[in-house]
Nanobody, 126 residues
Framework: QVQVVESGGGLVQAGDSLRLSCTTSGRTFSTYVMGWFRQAPGKERLFVAAVTWNGGNTMYADSVKGRFTVSRDNVNNTGYLQMNSLKPEDTAVYYC???????????????????WGRGTQVTVSS
C-alpha cells in the first residue's frame, strides 16, 4: 500500500503560479504512474495530468496543456504539479493518485488509481 499526501495549495490571483507536491510512503513509489486530478464542488473528479514511473512520458488534459507541468523525484518519493497562468476555472481540490497501470487512456480515469491523498485546495480569484 502507498500512502499519499498532497500539499502546496492556496489562494492566488489569476495569472499566478503554484506548485503542488505529492509525497508518498510505503511501497516503492518509483514503480507507479502518478496522476493528478481535480474536483470542483458538486462536480466529478477530472483528470489533469499524469507521468510515468521514470518521468519520461507525460499526459495532460487539454484544459491545462501549456500551463501545467507534471514531474517526479523518485529519490525523494515526491511528485509535483507546476501550475502557471492560473485561471479562476482551475479552482478545485487537487488530488494525487498512484497506480501500477500504464500511461494510457485508462490513466485518465479515477478508478484506475488505487491510492489517493486527501487533496489540497487551490482557489484562483479573478
Amino acid at each position: 500500500q502507498v500512502q499519499v499526501v498532497e500539499s502546496g495549495g492556496g489562494l492566488v490571483q489569476a495569472g499566478d503560479s503554484l506548485r503542488l507536491s505529492c509525497t508518498t510512503s510505503g511501497r516503492t513509489f518509483s514503480t507507479y504512474v502518478m496522476g493528478w486530478f481535480r474536483q470542483a464542488p458538486g462536480k466529478e473528479r477530472l483528470f489533469v495530468a499524469a507521468v510515468t514511473w521514470n518521468g519520461g512520458n507525460t499526459m495532460y488534459a487539454d484544459s491545462v496543456k501549456g500551463r501545467f507541468t507534471v514531474s517526479r523525484d523518485n529519490v525523494n518519493n515526491t511528485g509535483y504539479l507546476q501550475m502557471n497562468s492560473l485561471k479562476p476555472e482551475d479552482t478545485a481540490v487537487y488530488y494525487c493518485g498512484v497506480t501500477t497501470g500504464l500511461l494510457n487512456i485508462a490513466a485518465k480515469m479515477p478508478k484506475t488509481y488505487h491510492s489517493w491523498g486527501r487533496g489540497t485546495q487551490v482557489t484562483v480569484s479573478s
